[in-house]
């Protein structure tokens, strides 16, 4: 197979890009996968599509083709580029499987696939990326390609707008009953 696992319009802001000390991660949870503890995606290879917030498709590349670059690093580097103000969310699709311990397998030099794989996995990741209104059926990855929902580390995670109103928000009505 070509594309392992994929990820469909993580958002920008939940991704934790690091600090002093802290190198960041994308990390994701498998569909369906109840007690997995959640994957690290910042070394992927492969390629990736980003979105304004409207969903609409702004720039499309690769991690880890021809550069060190894997996609963790190539996305932080989207957020100082001629694009940083453009996107919001991103969709990858992976060539390093999930090990059973949670790592990405090793670097793949040369992989050769079956000519329909590659075509249906070209397809599916075109459909997948763009959205067309015409394509009803979606995408053929195959069974053993596992998409992966991003996971919101609270942790490392500031806080969002919402979120810090509704607390807040709480609080005021927890210390207007006290009164």
Same mark, same amino acid.
């Given at each position: /197979? %070509? ?5 469909? &319009?993580?958002?920008? =802001? ?14 994701? !949870? ?8 959640? !994957?690290?995606?910042?070394? #992927? #290879?492969? !390629? ?22 894997? %996609? ?6 989207? $957020?100082?580029?001629? !694009? ?8 990858? &699709?992976?060539?390093? $499987? ?14 050769? =696939? ?32 596992? #998409?992966? %929902?991003?996971? $919101? ?9 919402? $979120? /810090? %109103? ?14």
């Amino acid at each position: /197979m %070509l594309i392992q696992n994929y990820g469909l &319009f993580w958002r920008r =802001p939940l991704v934790h890009w690091g600090r002093q000390g802290n190198p960041g991660h994308l990390k994701g !949870v498998r569909i369906g996968a109840k007690k997995e503890k959640p !994957v690290n995606f910042r070394d #992927q #290879q492969g !390629v990736y599509c980003l979105y304004d917030e409207n969903f609409n498709l702004v720039y499309v590349g690769q991690a880890g083709g021809k550069n060190d670059q894997r %996609l963790f690093q190539r996305l932080k580097q989207h $957020r100082e580029d001629a !694009v940083s103000d453009r996107w919001s969310r991103f969709s990858w &699709f992976g060539i390093r $499987r999930v090990l059973k311990g949670g790592n990405l397998s090793a670097e793949i030099s040369a992989a050769h =696939p079956p000519i329909a794989d590659v075509l249906n996995h070209i397809e599916a990741i075109l459909i997948a990326a763009a959205e067309p209104v015409r394509n009803r059926q979606g995408g053929k990855f195959g069974e053993s390609v596992k #998409q992966y %929902l991003q996971y $919101r580390d609270e942790k490392n995670l500031i806080p969002d707008a919402e $979120r /810090m %109103l509704r607390d807040i928000w709480e609080k005021q009505k927890r210390d207007t009953k006290k009164k």
